[in-house]
């Protein structure tokens, strides 16, 4: 006997007298039905009423916990309705940033960095300059530019090793065969010598009425906090 041949796309059409109508919680909605039916208002309107009169009567700890409660309850149920229109991976709950692969696998990490980026724009100044004798032309400021133009090639290898680079001192010490208590004192007399020209042009230009940026104007008044503890100490040894 053989199996009777059926219509299926026929018997999943839906009927007209159905069709353009919704299904929420069981209760069937049209297009021409703005609100839900006198059931389900009127118990979302006990339900709110209730909670506002338990807000309006707490008065302790535990009144309060309980109204959090009721609150926490509601949030999960729309944050419940929202994930039902969330766009996941399969019928997985995990989002789509779930196990994603780190940086440095799917693109190299060299073309992650700073001087990639700017070379992918056009900007190629930075790469260019990258260069431990042109450090000075790193930093846009004159007041900048010049002390660091002025330290020798040594000294400008060493800063470039330590600010661009992030090399520690036990780092250069070992590729420069030097000691580390070497490098950390080269390191501190450049430094210094750098911020009293610094603090010495700042000076000029607040005294000139330019105006300064707020980190300028902390970096002046630390400056000088710091200038005038040692004069008072040498004094006092004096």
Known sequence: ??????????????????????????????????????????????????????????????????????????DANRERRERYHEILRGNKTPPLEHNMIPDGYAFPAALNGVLARQNRKGDFLD?????????????????????????????????????????STMKIASWRKQTDRNIRKIRNTSLNRIRKK????????????EPLTSRERDFLAKEKEAFSEKRKAKTVEI
Not at 53 to 61: F, G, V
Not at 129 to 147: F, M, N, S
Not at 201 to 207: N, S
């Open 1 to 74: 006997m053989s199996r009777q041949r059926r219509n299926w796309d026929k018997e999943w059409e839906i009927p007209e007298a159905e069709q353009g109508l919704t299904y929420d919680d069981g209760f069937l909605f049209g297009p021409d039905t703005d609100d839900p039916p006198p059931v389900k208002k009127l118990k979302r309107d006990m339900e709110r009423e209730a909670l506002t009169r338990l807000e309006e009567a707490a008065r302790t700890e535990a009144d309060f916990r309980e109204v959090v409660k009721n609150w926490d309850r509601l």
């Open 127 to 167: 790469t260019i300059y990258c260069c431990v004798y042109d450090l000075h032309e790193l930093v846009p400021q004159e007041y900048l530019i010049t002390p660091l133009a002025e330290l020798p090639d040594d000294r400008k290898e060493l800063l470039f090793l330590y600010v661009i680079e992030r090399w």
């Open 198 to 209: 610094i603090r010495r042009a700042l000076t000029e230009m607040d005294a000139a009425g």
